[in-house]
């Protein structure tokens, strides 16, 4: 099974912190996906990848950058956390052109004070 | 109007009970359509894809509706571990992207 692993569960950070979030897969699959998940507004779609060094905005990529350097990594990038990017992100990642649908990482709980 | 849209429930039902969840899309060049599970505090997980005729999986059965735009979750002989929220999910080409609705929460009493 493919399995996808953020690095943090749970984060605080500070107010106008730079802050990483990091992913990797270990399925060598092309496509990755950074989510935020809100109660009410269910999940949505920050930034995707896909394939390496390629990067496509998602529906709310504003205060957020990504990174993909190597193709089993990607990258979330608060550049100057703010509270309202208080909330719990998601990583996923989906094979190329399969019909498949994705593999969720546990998630990282970020809240900013 | 939302892309995907969810009644948000709750459904609450007794074990043994059949229970039905629908799901609206409003993009016709939608490609693919999948229900995930998704456990408190956890991550979403596939639950199972969903194909135009249709296609059950042991106490479970995924129909698609493409002239009405909607999919459907029946879920047949309710257990207390089916207690969850169920997420659709519609994937299309020309956006490269997949938009998931907000969740339908269900708890299954004894």
């Known amino acids: 099974d493919v399995k996808v692993t953020q690095s943090s569960r749970y984060l605080v950070k500070r107010t106008g912190e730079k802050v990483f979030l990091e992913c990797v897969q270990d399925m060598d699959h092309e496509n990755m996906f950074w989510y935020r998940q809100d109660p009410g507004l269910g999940l949505r779609l920050i930034y995707f990848?896909?394939?390496?060094?390629?990067?496509e905005k998602g529906d709310i990529p504003e205060g957020y950058s990504v990174s993909r350097e190597k193709k089993e990594r990607f990258s979330l990038i608060l550049e100057s956390a703010s509270t309202n990017q208080t909330s719990m992100y998601l990583c996923a990642s989906r094979e190329q052109g399969g019909r498949g649908g994705y593999t969720f990482g546990s998630g990282t709980r970020l809240t900013v004070v | 109007r939302k892309e995907v849209e969810q009644d948000p429930g709750p459904f609450n039902v007794p074990e043994g009970a059949t229970v039905a969840f629908n799901c609206t899309y409003s993009?016709?060049?939608?490609?693919?359509f999948f229900w995930y599970r998704q456990d408190c505090r956890k991550e979403p997980k596939l639950l199972m894809s969903v194909y135009s005729s249709g296609n059950e999986d042991g106490r479970f059965t995924a129909q698609l509706n493409r002239a009405s735009q909607y999919i459907s979750l029946l879920i047949r002989d309710s257990k207390l571990s089916d207690s969850a929220t169920y997420l659709c999910a519609v994937f299309y080409t020309g956006g490269f992207k997949t938009i998931f609705g907000a969740g339908t929460r269900l708890f299954v009493k004894a």
């Open positions: 990848s896909y394939d390496v060094k390629m990067k």
């Open positions: 993009n016709s060049a939608s490609q693919s």
